[in-house]
């Protein structure tokens, strides 16, 4: 699948271990892996007495998310997404449950953040040319007026009965920013199915966890130091039963004439954002809903991204950057989960 509508790169650290307990302690534990969407998956099982066919598991999660990308993908010429976007304006198309509920989610998160999120942003990040070996050179105002005039998620039409989608006006939508979260959450739904209550799925950095890790305590969640040159852990979580993502520019930006700017595009305003927050880690029910919502905040920035999450009452630690120094802002909720 397409890399993030703003471009952001999701690093996360899975750390298993809890530390303070030896080897003999643990408890037996499956790991399974493979490609899915343009990067990768792990699933950790920690599956007590019950019995798993590793390889059996394997092949049914490789077909599920399979049948994802063929429904959610931007690549795939004929999956469903694809063949919408390439569908008449005002024309009713047919949805089905699958692209209906992230299209639905992320309405919901378009809303919510006041179109931070916005998943039909792709004609404003290809304008500022952002990508491997590429000269910027920054859009002429007509061209960028004329790209904004192609955003909009509110010109996308859900039908009263949540079984069509059509265009009020040409628009390209790309659900990469919240469906590997989706693909998250269906792999947790296939494992809560089997009976299998201790797990963590990641993929491309989006995770879920339930239950307990192999030294039956919380899984331990690192978080990397939102630093470009440097692969080191920032913080850690203590989470059970969470759906988890992290957003961050530090990695993706350009410099020109002595001026930084970020890969991640505001929709609203069609300008690279400004300001100092540098990574965004959000813990929700889900994962699609964390992965969103760090999309969102990640575009906010600290002060009006603070002032939603506290007001929604999210767990979500903030990272900024200020006089080269990094600074941590999280809100109450989050303060429960963090490792001191």
Not at 82 to 95: E, L, M, V
Not at 177 to 182: M, Q, T
Not at 254 to 265: A, L, M, N, P, V
Not at 311 to 339: G, H
Request: glycine content about 8%; some cysteine; charged content about 20%.
């Amino acid at each position: 699948m397409r890399r993030s509508i703003t471009l952001i790169l999701f690093t996360l650290v899975l750390l298993t271990a809890c530390g303070g307990q030896g080897s003999a302690n643990l408890l037996p534990q499956i790991e399974i892996q493979g490609r899915t969407m343009g990067t990768t998956y792990h699933v950790k099982i920690v599956p007590h007495d019950q019995e798993v066919n590793a390889e059996k598991l394997k092949s049914a999660l490789d077909k599920s998310l399979g049948e994802i990308n063929q429904v959610l993908s931007t690549y795939i010429p004929d999956s469903e997404l694809s063949k919408f976007n390439r569908s008449s304006i005002g024309n009713w198309q047919p949805a089905s449950a699958m692209l209906m509920s992230v299209v639905k989610a992320a309405r919901g998160v378009f809303i919510q953040s006041n179109g931070a999120f916005d998943p039909t942003v792709g004609p404003l990040v290809n304008l500022w040319g952002f990508g491997p070996e590429v000269d910027v050179e920054f859009p002429a105002d007509k061209a960028l007026q004329a790209a904004k005039l192609s955003v909009g998620f509110d010109h996308l039409e859900i039908d009263s009965e949540g079984q069509r989608l059509r265009k009020k006006q040409e628009l390209y939508l790309d659900l990469s920013a919240i469906a590997k979260g989706y693909g998250v959450d269906y792999v947790a739904g296939m494992l809560d199915a089997q009976g299998l209550n201790h797990y963590l799925v990641e993929i491309g950095g989006e995770l879920r966890s339930a239950g307990l890790n192999a030294e039956s305590q919380p899984w331990r969640i690192a978080i990397e130091k939102p630093q470009p040159g440097t692969r080191e852990v920032h913080g850690v979580l203590n989470i059970s039963d969470k759906g988890m993502a992290t957003s961050g520019d530090y990695r993706n930006f350009f410099e020109k004439d002595g001026r930084r700017y970020s890969h991640t595009i505001d929709p609203r305003t069609g300008f690279p954002v400004e300001h100092s927050l540098v990574s965004v880690t959000v813990l929700a029910d889900d994962a699609m809903a964390a992965d969103a919502m760090a999309t969102a905040l990640m575009v906010m920035g600290t002060e009006a991204g603070y002032a939603l999450a506290a007001s929604e009452n999210m767990a979500v630690w903030f990272i900024e950057k200020k006089d080269q120094q990094l600074v941590d802002k999280l809100t109450p909720k989050m303060q429960n989960y963090r490792l001191h």
